[in-house]
Every structure is written in structure tokens, then in C-alpha cells.
């Protein structure tokens, strides 16, 4: 994706260098709730056996090409921060914010910008 978002409006100034181009990925299946907790444990998988990705190493294998993963699922919006440089408030046991952006829609439209990417992808 080549588009470039706005930076006004973004939750920190941190966040602003990640409004440029970024490499998508499509799936249409939602994140069960034990999937965002395995996200949320970095390093310290909750799959069971059989539920490993192809490769062994699923989502993880993203930090390779960004420090600051990003993603939609259901109404959900999850920044993952593992150095704890770029999200607000966040540290190394709890290293990511999710948004849900139907419980939250105030947020969304108080800093449109940093949500601008996910346009489109909540139907």
C-alpha cells in the first residue's frame, strides 16, 4: 500500500513515522480471544499442539519487515509495540493497545489519522 496518511491527528507523536506505506495482508478469518491473548504474550505461545502455523513461526515472524505491526480483526485494532518506543503506555509485559473501534468510536474520531489505514476494513 502506497498511501500515505496524515499525521496530525495520531495518538503520539511516535506513532507519526508509521502513517507512510506498509505492506498489507488479507485474511477473512477474526481473531478468537484466545488468539489476541497469544499476540499479547510475545514469545510465549498459547497454541495447543496442531494449531502451529506452517512455518512455526506465525505472527511473529512480522518483525521482520516492522517494528510496530498493526492489524484489524472483528472491530478490533491491535498495535503491537514490542520495544515499548512507538504506543503510549505501553511496557514490556503489555507491549500493544487494542482498540475496539465500535466501543471506542470517540477515540477514532478524535485521531482519525492514526486509524486512516484501517478505512474500509470493518465492512
Known amino acids: 500500500d502506497e498511501r500515505e496518511h496524515g499525521a496530525e491527528s495520531v495518538v503520539a507523536p511516535a506513532m507519526a513515522s508509521f502513517q507512510g506505506a506498509s505492506l498489507l495482508a488479507y485474511n477473512d478469518a477474526v481473531f478468537s480471544e484466545r488468539d489476541f491473548?497469544?499476540?499479547?504474550?510475545?514469545?510465549?505461545?498459547?497454541?495447543?499442539?496442531?494449531?502451529?502455523?506452517?512455518?512455526?513461526?506465525?505472527?511473529?515472524?512480522?518483525?521482520?519487515?516492522?517494528?510496530?505491526?498493526?492489524?484489524?480483526?472483528?472491530?478490533?485494532?491491535?498495535?503491537?509495540?514490542?520495544q515499548c518506543a512507538h504506543v503510549p503506555d505501553v511496557d514490556p509485559a503489555n507491549p500493544g493497545r487494542m482498540v475496539d473501534v465500535v466501543r471506542n468510536a470517540g477515540l477514532v474520531a478524535r485521531y482519525p489519522d492514526q486509524f486512516a489505514g484501517f478505512e474500509g476494513a470493518f465492512g
Open 37 to 82: 491473548e497469544s499476540l499479547r504474550r510475545l514469545g510465549d505461545s498459547l497454541k495447543r499442539a496442531g494449531k502451529t502455523g506452517r512455518f512455526g513461526i506465525g505472527f511473529n515472524s512480522v518483525y521482520h519487515v516492522t517494528e510496530l505491526p498493526s492489524f484489524a480483526s472483528g472491530s478490533k485494532v491491535v498495535f503491537l509495540d514490542p
